[in-house]
């Protein structure tokens, strides 16, 4: 992979910062200066400022926490209630994925980077759950419609789960992550969202966990979810693989197809 992606893999630093620790002359692959654009293999030593990247022997945290409405998913310090304080693990940790700051429910947070952007990597592939209270009666209708995709900003929503629990309250699956996707689903159908909550990520629920409080994956938990994020990956990378095939087709053999496929843009912010 390239250098400034083996970065961000590990967690040390976005894309743009490690290239300019590249371009400053801080990094060495193998203890040799590196370029822009040089790749890193599994046997290769990279160092930042003499300390090496890579060999991370700290053990694996993954926390399923209860986000209540109000806090920002932020790491940013300046934001108040921003996830990071309110979370308070002794460790530096990420949380991975987003929920806008009114809604509330499961968020998974991380001290590995690379966990992070494999998931997010994966996040068209994988399911979300919601329960959504709603102001107005929710019509057979409006069901229909969600389930096979509603336009919003000019784009169809991909097809999803949708039943009515109850007559203002929702069950939504998603697999994609537009920004306040849910939100902008039901104003499209003249609903106004009173409760949104998030209750499941992949594998990982969120149960009896009260608000506020956060707890880690059991082993089981996470193995099935590397598992599951396994499989996705390769679905991803097999999506990408055909992206760029159609591409070279449609340029000609003598043309090189656009840059790599990425999953949906958008925030994942529902």
């Not at 590397?226 to 760029?244: F, G, K, M």
Request: glycine content about 10%; charged content about 30%.
């Amino acid at each position: 992979m390239r250098i400034n992606r083996f970065f961000t893999e590990h967690g040390v630093c976005s894309r743009r910062a490690a290239d300019r620790y590249v371009e400053a002359g801080r990094v060495r692959i193998n203890g040799v200066p590196a370029k822009l654009g040089d790749t890193v293999g599994p046997g290769d030593e990279v160092t930042l400022d003499g300390d090496r990247i890579g060999q991370d022997t700290r053990r694996r945290v993954v926390l399923a926490y209860h986000k209540p409405p109000g806090i920002e998913c932020t790491s940013d310090p300046r934001v108040p209630d921003n996830i990071i304080d309110a979370v308070n693990y002794p460790e530096r940790i990420f949380h991975i994925g987003r929920l806008d700051k009114f809604s509330e429910g499961l968020i998974l947070l991380t001290n590995r980077g690379e966990l992070v952007n494999q998931i997010l990597r994966a996040r068209g592939h994988h399911e979300k759950e919601y329960v959504v209270d709603v102001d107005l009666p929710i019509s057979s209708a409006t069901l229909g419609r969600m389930r096979h995709g509603i336009e919003i900003l000019g784009r169809m929503t991909a097809p999803c789960q949708a039943e009515r629990l109850g007559p203002r309250t929702l069950r939504m699956v998603l697999i994609e992550g537009r920004n306040r996707q849910i939100r902008r689903m039901c104003e499209a159908e003249g609903l106004r969202v009173r409760r949104l909550t998030r209750v499941r990520v992949m594998n990982i629920e969120l149960g009896p966990l009260p608000r506020g409080r956060w707890r880690e994956l059991a082993p089981r938990e996470l193995a099935d979810l590397e598992r599951r994020l396994a499989r996705a990956e390769a679905r991803h990378a097999a999506q990408v693989l055909s992206l760029q095939g159609a591409a070279g087709l449609a340029n000609g053999p003598n043309n090189a197809p656009p840059g790599d496929a990425s999953p949906d843009d958008d925030d994942d912010d529902d």
